[in-house]
């Protein structure tokens, strides 16, 4: 009877809690969208002091000296297709990426992430696989590891390559942000 009434008062304590993510919302107003641009421009320049060669499709560089600690911020660069990821403002790493296809297009904007699973599954496409995804909105947009051909070809999605979604998610939480233009 005293476990009822513990599992009882726990669950009254847990639905009188707001989520944490139902008090994240994404910004894709023209103004978060004029900032996530000047955003990307920004980590184009941090990323062109530090990087000697230019990514391949499926390349990536990550900082192994990297700060302990702080917030991550991803900023992602839909013209040059490339995710360059901060830890307590310090550049860390930068990533090829894939966003979405003409007609499937990868929304700019600033966005929280909301959702994160090891090993998620698409409802929407076929079951597809989509490992270390980090839902940001609400319709299906995540960052996740998948194919780097070189140019836009998800359905939305900004796909990374697999080393770097991996150790991207180890490092993240729910309610970090990530920055689209």
């Known amino acids: 009877m005293k ?16 989520s944490l993510a139902a008090d994240l919302v994404a910004d894709e107003s023209p103004d978060a969208v004029m900032a996530a641009s000047t955003a990307v421009m920004s980590a184009r320049d941090d990323a062109a002091d530090l990087l000697s060669r230019d990514l391949k499709p499926g390349g990536y ?11 991550v911020e991803v ?10 990821v901060y830890q307590a403002g310090e550049l860390i790493g930068v990533s090829t990426i894939s ?14 992430i909301l959702e994160k699973k090891t090993m998620h599954r698409s409802r929407k496409y076929d079951n597809a696989p989509m490992p270390f995804m980090q839902r940001i909105d609400n319709y299906g947009i ?14 939305g999605c900004v796909r990374l390559p697999s080393a770097f979604a991996a150790k991207l998610f180890s490092m993240t939480k729910v309610g970090d942000r990530v920055v689209i233009g």
């Not at 560089?61 to 990297?66: H, K, L, P, T």
């Not at 003409?102 to 600033?110: L, V």
């Open 75 to 84: 900023r992602v660069s839909l013209e040059d297709q490339r995710a360059y």
């Open 3 to 18: 476990r009822l009434a513990l599992l009882a008062a726990a669950f009254a304590a847990f639905a009188a809690t707001p």
């Open 99 to 112: 966003s979405g296809k003409p007609g499937k297009d990868t929304p700019p904007g600033i966005f929280p």
């Open 142 to 155: 995540a960052l996740h590891a998948g194919h780097i051909p070189g140019r836009p070809a998800s359905h």
């Open 61 to 71: 560089w990550w900082n192994a000296n990297r700060p302990d600690g702080g917030p």
